[in-house]
């Protein structure tokens, strides 16, 4: 029997198509995989930057009225795509140790819903879309270098900013295999107000 080159026998044919068959949803599940983790990773990244641009400008607010509102905007500012500002539940601003731990219960908690209107130190206000829950670092009894420090704050302050993140699947495929992502990131700096 004489079998020519190029040719394919219907049972060559239907062994690719089942070898196909095989190798696609591999194929898929690596390539949506690698999509995901690329979203995931991005927002990581974007809520990082965010929460360190919010505890520099916390730490140069110092005890200033309207500190927590900057803070806030600043984080609504700089999430970017995919990140998306929406998907932030819950901004703590808290009294830290030099390690960025939280010192006792001392937070004031922000969960994203409602609005809270902040009256700043050049006598301008703010509005954000958050809603003050828990208040035990209220702004005038942080210790910084500018204004000095009362009894229960002997050292300059740290300030640490943490923020609570669920992310969204991108994919419906991401959707099918897990549910969404809560993530948190903080940030400390010690209080130096500007000038």
Same mark, same amino acid.
């Given at each position: 029997?004489?079998?020519?080159?190029?040719?394919?026998?219907?049972?060559?044919?239907?062994?690719?198509?089942?070898?196909?068959?095989?190798?696609?949803?591999?194929?898929?599940?690596?390539?949506?995989?690698?999509?995901?983790?690329?979203?995931?990773?991005? +927002?990581?990244?974007?809520?990082?930057?965010?929460?360190?641009? +919010?505890?520099?400008?916390?730490?140069?607010?110092?005890?200033?009225?309207?500190?927590?509102?900057? $803070?806030?905007?600043?984080?609504?500012?700089?999430?970017?795509?995919?990140?998306?500002?929406?998907? $932030?539940?819950?901004?703590?601003?808290?009294?830290?140790?030099?390690?960025?731990?939280?010192?006792?219960?001392?937070?004031?908690?922000?969960?994203?819903?409602?609005?809270?209107?902040?009256?700043?130190?050049?006598?301008?206000?703010?509005? $954000?879309?958050?809603?003050?829950?828990?208040?035990?670092?209220?702004? +005038?009894?942080?210790?910084?270098?500018?204004?000095?420090?009362?009894?229960?704050?002997?050292?300059?302050?740290?300030?640490?900013?943490?923020?609570?993140?669920?992310?969204?699947?991108?994919?419906?495929?991401?959707?099918?295999? +897990?549910?969404?992502?809560?993530?948190?990131?903080?940030?400390?700096?010690?209080?130096?107000?500007?000038?």
């Amino acid at each position: 029997m004489i079998v020519r080159r190029g040719t394919t026998t219907s049972s060559e044919s239907g062994q690719a198509l089942i070898e196909f068959a095989l190798v696609l949803p591999v194929f898929l599940l690596l390539l949506f995989g690698l999509v995901e983790f690329g979203f995931v990773l991005s +927002a990581s990244s974007s809520l990082n930057y965010a929460s360190r641009v +919010a505890a520099l400008l916390a730490a140069e607010g110092g005890r200033g009225a309207g500190t927590d509102c900057l $803070v806030l905007q600043a984080i609504e500012r700089n999430l970017t795509p995919p990140a998306t500002p929406a998907r $932030v539940s819950r901004v703590e601003i808290y009294w830290s140790d030099p390690n960025g731990d939280q010192v006792g219960s001392n937070a004031n908690v922000y969960d994203r819903g409602g609005s809270t209107t902040c009256v700043n130190s050049d006598g301008s206000s703010s509005t $954000v879309p958050y809603t003050l829950s828990t208040n035990r670092y209220a702004e +005038a009894e942080r210790c910084d270098v500018l204004a000095g420090c009362d009894s229960t704050h002997t050292t300059v302050d740290t300030v640490g900013v943490r923020i609570t993140y669920t992310h969204q699947w991108v994919t419906s495929f991401g959707r099918y295999i +897990a549910g969404a992502i809560t993530f948190q990131r903080s940030t400390a700096v010690r209080i130096e107000p500007t000038l």
